[in-house]
């Protein structure tokens, strides 16, 4: 009736526990619930006679036996078992849950961020995220820089959870970050990835990923097409 489960799992030390009632749906009892003169006495005890209910719904269909009636309680019974049929028939086992990337979806190259706004727009709703970044920092460079990526993760992480105003003020302090990096020389890349996420018990949905580098501007890796970038 609330689908709770009956069965606990056994331990190392203890067998599995059924934490569910044997409910009778033909009392044997005189004056008991649903009791019935008529229905043969060895039949009382026979798995047809029985439902497996939790504490709550057992006493519930007990106490309000004029209302959970023998054909209501077959009824539900048989309807259960049915849903348990076809249940197994349908999921064997839930697939594990797989990430699958889509070389057409991995960027080649990050365009240049120039705003906070910019970066923050892209990174809210960014499942993850791909830091890269110069490997020849000095020490103060390495607090500005992973500050900076530090940073933008706690900001996204918030993500849609950020009021209007908290929004402006991350882009705002976003935009004094590239703008301090760009002026020791730093430019700031970001592209989203979309892959897909799926198997498990729900459908398969997209899981978006940001690239995101902080590179030096003399990094031979930044190339310039048209008047950007990249
Ligand atoms: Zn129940």
Not at 121 to 143: F, K, M, Q, R, V
């Amino acid at each position: 009736m609330c689908r709770h489960p009956l069965v606990v799992d056994p331990t190392s030390l203890d067998s599995e526990s059924v934490v569910g009632d044997e409910c009778h749906i033909i009392s044997n009892a005189k004056g008991g619930p649903r009791h019935d003169p008529s229905f043969p006495s060895f039949e009382i005890d026979e798995i047809a006679n029985l439902m497996l209910l939790c504490r709550v719904h057992h006493k519930l269909v007990d106490d309000q036996a004029e209302t959970y009636t023998v054909d209501l309680l077959r009824s539900m019974k048989a309807n259960h078992e049915k849903w348990v049929e076809h249940k197994l028939k349908e999921e064997p086992e839930i697939p594990a849950v797989k990430i699958r990337r889509m070389r057409s979806e991995i960027p080649t190259q990050l365009p240049v961020i120039q705003s906070g706004k910019e970066l923050l727009n892209l990174a809210i709703g960014c499942h993850g995220s791909y830091p890269d970044y110069s490997d020849d920092l000095d020490d103060e460079e390495t607090d500005l820089v992973g500050g900076f990526i530090q940073n933008l993760s706690d900001w996204s992480d918030l993500g849609y959870g950020l009021e209007p105003i908290e929004r402006i003020r991350a882009a705002k302090s976003l935009d004094d970050e590239i703008r301090q990096l760009n002026g020791r020389g730093f430019m700031v890349f970001a592209a989203k990835e979309k892959q897909r996420i799926e198997g498990g018990i729900s459908a398969s949905s997209n899981w978006w990923v940001l690239h995101l580098s902080v590179k030096r501007e003399t990094d031979k890796g930044i190339v310039t097409v048209g008047n950007e970038s990249l």
